[in-house]
């Protein structure tokens, strides 16, 4: 699996806008479990819904392209 660089939304590891996808690159992880472990806290967190969290992080994060892997 390629690393990213610097923080980017995926173009490989998308379901819906490579959110996920591009964190579980850049730290290293399985998109799967970042999708899930996102899932149990956003629907354990009254205080902050998750699909408000995702949307800002879909528009404040970059799409990766090929230069953004190692």
């Known amino acids: 699996m390629a690393k990213l660089a610097k923080l980017h939304?995926?173009?490989?590891n998308r379901m819906i806008a490579g959110v996920m996808g591009g964190i579980a690159e850049y730290v290293g992880w399985s998109p799967t479990w970042v999708r899930v472990l996102f899932f149990i806290i956003s629907t354990l967190s009254a205080a902050v819904p998750g699909i408000?969290?995702?949307?800002?992080?879909?528009?404040?994060?970059?799409?990766?392209?090929?230069q953004s892997y190692q």
């Open 52 to 66: 408000l969290i995702y949307i800002i992080l879909w528009i404040i994060m970059p799409k990766a392209n090929g």
């Open 9 to 12: 939304r995926s173009q490989n």
